[in-house]
């Protein structure tokens, strides 16, 4: 079975801050997967990075695969009230078609 | 956005009693999945659909049913409700090939077994 750590669970900081959230796998992955979630709502989409060593940005959030594709990170600079919501990064593994889900991060930004 | 909806968004249910949810698309896409939500746990896979009539289970599977008859079409059945069945449930779809398996949720179905 594979695994996704997730951290920190909770975060918590003031609008303009910069956080860093991780995902962390003792498996490989053949590509990781980024979500946000709202409440009442399902998770969608932010990014999928496939190759090792893959960075990829959207606006003020940076997403990084590691080297050996057991784990990636989610950069988020100046960070605004806007942000706040459940991150969830997912990994696709050797069976095909599946997701493993990290536990997730609630981000909450006050103004 | 991808057309994937779930039914009943919201359901009360009593413990024993069997309970289905159904989830329907119009993307025509071959994977469909099955996660329930739990604070503290992200999303738990319960099972999966890779064509008409081809399921497969997922890690939290026991206690629960599925059926895909047509493509469209997802079905959850818990067999005898319990409250440790008390969750979120959310249908997701993805086209599952290659390397990339990005998936696309549903609104997500509360329910509550009491």
């Known amino acids: 079975t594979q695994l996704l750590e997730q951290s920190p669970q909770f975060l918590s900081i003031q609008e303009g801050e910069n956080l860093t959230v991780y995902c962390n796998s003792s498996?490989?992955?053949?590509?990781l997967q980024w979500y946000r979630q709202e409440p009442g709502e399902g998770p969608v989409l932010l990014v999928t990075v496939v190759t090792g060593g893959e960075v990829k940005k959207l606006k003020r959030l940076t997403f990084q695969f590691g080297d050996a594709r057991k784990d990636s990170s989610l950069h988020i600079t100046a960070a605004q009230p806007g942000d706040t919501g459940l991150y969830l990064c997912?990994?696709?593994?050797?069976?095909?078609?599946?997701?493993?889900f990290g536990q997730g991060t609630i981000l909450t930004v006050h103004p | 956005d991808a057309g994937i909806t779930q039914s009943p968004r919201h359901k009360v249910t009593e413990t024993g009693t069997p309970v289905t949810l159904r989830c329907h698309q119009t993307?025509?896409?071959?994977?469909m999945y099955w996660y329930r939500q739990d604070p503290g746990h992200g999303l738990r896979l319960i099972h999966y659909s890779y064509g008409v009539k081809d399921t497969d289970k997922g890690e939290v599977s026991d206690g629960y049913s599925v059926s895909r008859s047509k493509t469209e079409d997802f079905l959850l059945t818990l067999e005898s409700a319990t409250s440790s069945q008390t969750s979120v449930y959310f249908c997701?779809?993805?086209?599952?090939?290659?390397?990339?398996?990005?998936?696309?949720f549903g609104q997500g179905t509360r329910l509550t077994v009491v």
């Open positions: 498996s490989v992955f053949s590509s």
């Open positions: 993307e025509n896409h071959r994977y």
């Open positions: 997701a779809i993805s086209l599952g090939r290659g390397s990339n398996t990005e998936a696309f």
């Open positions: 997912a990994g696709a593994g050797a069976s095909y078609g599946k997701l493993t």
